[in-house]
């Protein structure tokens, strides 16, 4: 029996060590290829996707909070250099509001496309790829801890990876910095799960929102960097909103929703149109398909770590009565920002 016993932990511990090393191995590749991008942008990988240097760099500095954070920041300013206080506080600010905060990093790129930026990383047949993020894994651990409520994107993501990788099932664009549609619907289905568990939910009425499946062209953020511009990419959108001939129109996000969507760009990409490709088709959208009503929306198109939480004190102080009602905040920004902000520091919720 001990021995049997012996023998299974010992098993145990060499995957996990053979994991961390694959993990290790992955991260020097990453730092390798983002010190060396030509442009300092974009890391060309193979079969035509491209990643951002930055989002590299990041992957490759492993644990970025407490004592290592000073190391591994972006950010300047000393005080804000570690997103771990950051947002244990903010957590804090929020549930003495009454508000749920509902924190959702989105993976980086290369963490589920691994094997393609790097060859080594390709994973069985019939199998995902490995989970290379362990620095990823310890830091949502932690905040878990400490009472933060976490949504692992990676965790379904990954399974995801088996699906044939279409412009139906990509769950990040090729040419772009961003998530596809198909990651919009997912992390909408799985914050919606989680809502709708809630005693209020009950109690807020809901609506009638269409939906039609419709296949875009873009071109990417990154691409668009590229010598040669690739051919423009083909993405497949669920495109949300009230009944009308051809597509649905938009909803617009509404102030008074007890859901409020915070974050960085991938908040806006495929619903405030321009540079973000299209309207109607965003995470926005497909919260208030999944949820019945329209969420409010407060996004930018730079760090969701600082500047989207200062715009939302910046609509508190407009409106005196805005966090009256509100349950649920939805934090949602691109886990490169954990070492690639401006920096996170202590930022005020409301007066």
Same mark, same amino acid.
């Given at each position: 029996?001990?021995?049997?016993?012996l023998?299974?932990?010992?098993?145990?511990?060499?995957?996990?060590?053979?994991?961390?090393?694959?993990?290790?191995?992955?991260?020097?590749?990453?730092?390798?290829?983002?010190?060396?991008?030509a442009?300092?942008?974009?890391?060309?990988?193979s079969?035509?996707?491209l990643?951002?240097?930055?989002?590299?760099?990041?992957?490759?500095?492993?644990?970025?909070?407490?004592?290592?954070?000073a190391?591994?920041?972006?950010?300047?300013?000393?005080?804000?250099?570690?997103?771990l206080?950051?947002?244990?506080?903010?957590?804090?600010?929020?549930?003495?509001?009454?508000?749920?905060l509902?924190?959702?990093p989105?993976?980086?790129k290369?963490? $589920?496309?691994?094997d393609?930026?790097?060859?080594?990383?390709?994973?069985?047949?019939?199998?995902p790829?490995a989970?290379?993020?362990?620095?990823?894994r310890e830091?949502?651990?932690?905040?878990?801890e400490?009472?933060?409520?976490?949504?692992?994107?990676?965790e379904?993501?990954?399974?995801?990876?088996?699906?044939?990788?279409d412009?139906?099932?990509?769950?990040?664009?090729?040419?772009?910095t961003?998530?596809?549609?198909?990651?919009?619907?997912?992390?909408?289905?799985?914050i919606?799960?989680?809502?709708?568990?809630?005693?209020w939910?009950n109690?807020?009425?809901?609506?009638?929102?269409?939906?039609?499946?419709?296949s875009?062209?873009?071109?990417?953020?990154?691409?668009?960097?590229?010598?040669t511009?690739?051919?423009?990419?083909k993405?497949h959108?669920?495109?949300?909103?009230?009944?009308?001939?051809?597509l649905?129109?938009?909803?617009?996000?509404?102030?008074?929703?007890?859901?409020?969507?915070?974050?960085?760009?991938?908040?806006?990409?495929?619903?405030?149109?321009?540079?973000?490709?299209?309207?109607?088709?965003?995470?926005?959208?497909?919260?208030?398909?999944?949820l019945?009503?329209?969420?409010?929306?407060?996004g $930018?198109?730079g760090?969701?770590?600082?500047p989207?939480?200062?715009?939302?004190?910046?609509?508190?102080?407009r409106?005196?009565d805005y966090?009256?009602?509100?349950?649920?905040?939805?934090?949602c920004f691109?886990?490169?920002e954990?070492?690639?902000?401006?920096?996170?520091?202590?930022?005020?919720?409301?007066?």
């Open positions: 029996m001990k021995s049997a016993l023998t299974t932990i010992l098993a145990l511990f060499t995957i996990t060590a053979q994991a961390e090393d694959a993990a290790q191995a992955f991260r020097a590749e990453c730092g390798k290829m983002a010190a060396e991008a442009d300092g942008i974009t890391v060309p990988g079969d035509g996707w990643f951002l240097a930055r989002e590299l760099r990041h992957i490759s500095v492993g644990q970025f909070w407490g004592d290592k954070a190391e591994v920041s972006r950010a300047t300013n000393p005080d804000q250099q570690d997103p206080p950051a947002i244990v506080d903010y957590n804090e600010q929020l549930k003495k509001l009454g508000i749920e509902i924190l959702v989105v993976p980086p290369a963490i $589920v496309y691994p393609k930026l790097a060859a080594a990383a390709a994973p069985p047949e019939g199998q790829p989970r290379l993020d362990s620095a990823h830091f949502y651990k932690l905040l878990r400490k009472g933060v409520n976490v949504i692992d994107l990676t379904e993501f990954l399974p995801l990876r088996l699906l044939p990788q412009d139906k099932n990509k769950i990040y664009c090729q040419g772009d961003h998530w596809s549609g198909l990651a919009c619907v997912r992390t909408a289905q799985l919606a799960k989680e809502l709708k568990t809630r005693p939910y109690d807020i009425e809901r609506q009638t929102i269409e939906m039609v499946e419709r875009v062209q873009i071109n990417g953020d990154l691409a668009r960097e590229m010598p511009k690739p051919a423009p990419e993405l959108l669920r495109f949300v909103g009230t009944q009308q001939a051809g649905p129109k938009p909803l617009p996000p509404d102030e008074a929703s007890p859901v409020i969507l915070l974050g960085d760009s991938h908040t806006l990409v495929f619903h405030s149109g321009g540079d973000m490709h299209t309207t109607g088709a965003g995470l926005a959208d497909q919260l208030a398909y999944e019945g009503f329209p969420v409010d929306l407060i $930018v198109r760090s969701g770590a600082r989207a939480r200062v715009n939302l004190y910046r609509r508190g102080r409106n005196a966090f009256t009602g509100k349950k649920a905040l939805i934090w691109s886990a490169r954990f070492t690639e902000s401006s920096g996170w520091g202590i930022v005020p919720v409301t007066r």
